[in-house]
């Protein structure tokens, strides 16, 4: 039984090294050399400070964890085939060949640096590098051949990405996250609508490199909310300050690949650093905060709005609007959930950021097109906010410009600026309605102002559009009148509570035609007209 080596030794033929108490394979002070065709079994631990020499091949093959700390030196071929998985303790070099027969090789803090030639044969999902720290599978010289990186964060945990560069010749070195971060390579993971891992991906000499990367996920790295019919690869900005964030553009986003497992493919990658895989969280971000208030719930003894559907427990616990055929979603929105449910229950704080309801907010581009949806949340004092109950909205997927931004409502009639204004990634622009009549776009048509006043120096959206259309009127079929409508959500009855309808024009979770004009929503309809035959949105 040969256990040190301390001189040269050839090996012609199959050699096989037992792990008992002391049988390592340790290279010290000398050089081992296998010629082709011949392999050296081990079951033990490698050591060596020099590189393994000839074209013959390492095995790993022991029936608990081996370890390999090669010093940085060189294994020409080396297969893994212990089930019971290896790890490194120091950094090794590959010079030809590494086979995946069984099991993982751990990296720990340590590297796997491929040689410019060398080769990784049949990974899979149960036999791949799993880069649980700091450690990288490194590729020298990658070029516009594919190279996979076989890696995964833990033993189970499969994520291969695949790399093709058409610029300068570099080293690639890649590892697996276990998680999709909002900051990239550090800070809180997110818990919805990505991949739960990302990768972090460099190079040796900064700069000149053109990627193409695939990357591959299985259905149970899909966080809640993903959804691979419409997602993309996102690389995370560091600089400059304006961009800082994730990149994905909504115009990026595509169907996935593949039937499980899945892929996406992005090309024309020049900056390295987090890569992941989703939807809104890794989407570009670009953040506003309109300030607005609904005319059917606003109280002019408190200057602000009622939160009876909150107190209630009437909000839903998914935006309302996608079920409402007069709202198209766009862009990325569509389906937002509270971060945290009881935000919009009766557990949740009182108060002037107490949510009042959802509002539909939209981005239009400078000829007035809306390119871009996003359900958002409605505080008592008019802050419109993310899906959080606190945030700037972000209408994610869009890149830094300057924009028109409309907001609308289930029974209310939508407003949108009378300008574009410019909007960014890094800080939130506020915009507020209230303030100022000229505010809110003005079509010049309608015979109505583009908003009501509420009190005076305060606007606001007119309220009593129960059929979700444009305008709101008394008279006509019940397809054009929100009179009718109410009558027809009742049903014959006189009164229907509680319910969260557009029906209930003052938002008190009631729906009733008779009494007065604080309690019925006709009488309300009535009042919001103003002797007005009909009211029309300027949009």
């Known amino acids: 039984m040969l256990k040190k080596i301390g001189f040269m030794f050839m090996i012609g033929f199959s050699v096989l090294f037992v792990a008992d108490s ?30 393994i020499l000839g074209t013959g091949k390492i095995i790993l093959k022991g029936t608990a964890i081996q370890s390999i700390n090669m010093n940085n030196f060189t294994i020409p071929n080396l297969e893994m085939d212990n089930v019971s998985n290896a790890t490194l303790t120091g950094n090794v070099k590959i010079g030809n060949n590494l086979l995946f027969t069984n099991g993982s090789i751990i990296l720990g803090s340590n590297d796997i640096v491929m040689a410019s030639a060398a080769t990784i044969t049949t990974p899979g999902s149960s036999k791949f590098v799993v880069t649980n720290l700091t450690g990288k599978l490194v590729k020298a010289s990658v070029g516009n051949t594919a190279f996979t990186y076989p890696v995964g964060n833990t033993a189970l945990t ?16 890649v590892r697996c996250l276990a998680n999709a971060n909002k900051t990239g390579l550090t800070g809180t993971s997110f818990t919805k609508e990505v991949v739960d891992a990302s990768w972090d991906i460099s190079e040796s000499v900064a700069g000149g490199s053109n990627l193409s990367l695939t990357a591959s996920w299985n259905g149970t790295d899909e966080l809640p909310g993903f959804n691979r019919n419409k997602a993309g690869i996102s690389y995370y900005i560091t600089a400059p300050v304006l961009n800082v964030g994730w990149d994905l553009l909504n115009s990026q986003t595509a169907v996935a690949t593949g039937t499980g497992p899945y892929s996406y493919t992005r090309t024309g990658i020049t900056e390295l650093g987090a890569f992941a895989i989703g939807t809104r969280p890794v989407l570009s971000p670009l953040l506003v905060t309109p300030k607005i208030f609904l005319q059917g719930n606003y109280n002019t003894a408190t200057d602000r709005m009622t939160d009876a559907l909150r107190t209630l427990n009437l909000i839903p616990a998914t935006e309302p609007y996608t079920s409402i055929t007069t709202y198209t979603h766009s862009g990325s929105g569509g389906g937002e959930t509270p971060d945290i449910a009881s935000i919009i229950g009766s557990t949740a704080p009182a108060g002037d950021d107490a949510i009042v309801d959802w509002v539909f907010v939209q981005l239009h581009d400078g000829a007035g097109t809306v390119i871009s949806t996003r359900a958002a949340l409605l505080q008592r004092d008019g802050d419109i906010v993310d899906t959080d109950g606190s945030s700037a909205v972000n209408m994610a997927g869009n890149a830094i410009g300057n924009y028109f931004i409309s907001v609308r409502h289930r029974n209310h009639l939508g407003i949108r600026t009378a300008a574009t204004f410019a909007l960014t990634k890094t800080s939130t622009t506020p915009y507020n309605f209230t303030d100022n009549i000229t505010k809110a776009y003005n079509n010049g048509v309608s015979v109505n102002p583009a908003m009501p006043t509420l009190e005076a120096g305060v606007f606001g959206m007119y309220g009593g559009n129960a059929n979700s259309d444009a305008s709101v009127r008394v008279s006509g ?63």
């Open 158 to 173: 499969y994520n291969p990405v695949t790399i093709t560069n058409n610029g300068t010749v570099d080293s690639i070195a």
């Open 22 to 51: 002391n049988a390592q394979l340790t290279i010290n002070g000398a050089q081992l050399f296998i010629e082709s065709g011949a392999s050296v079994t081990v079951q033990g631990d490698i050591t060596s400070n020099t590189d």
């Open 477 to 539: 079929s019940i397809s054009i009148s929100d009179y009718q409508r109410v009558l027809n959500t009742l049903g014959g009855t006189s009164i229907l509570s509680p319910v969260y309808s557009p029906s209930d024009i003052n938002m008190d979770g009631t729906v009733r035609v008779s009494g007065s004009v604080s309690i019925s929503d006709y009488q309300k309809i009535l009042s919001f007209l103003n002797s007005l035959s009909i009211v029309s949105q300027h949009m």
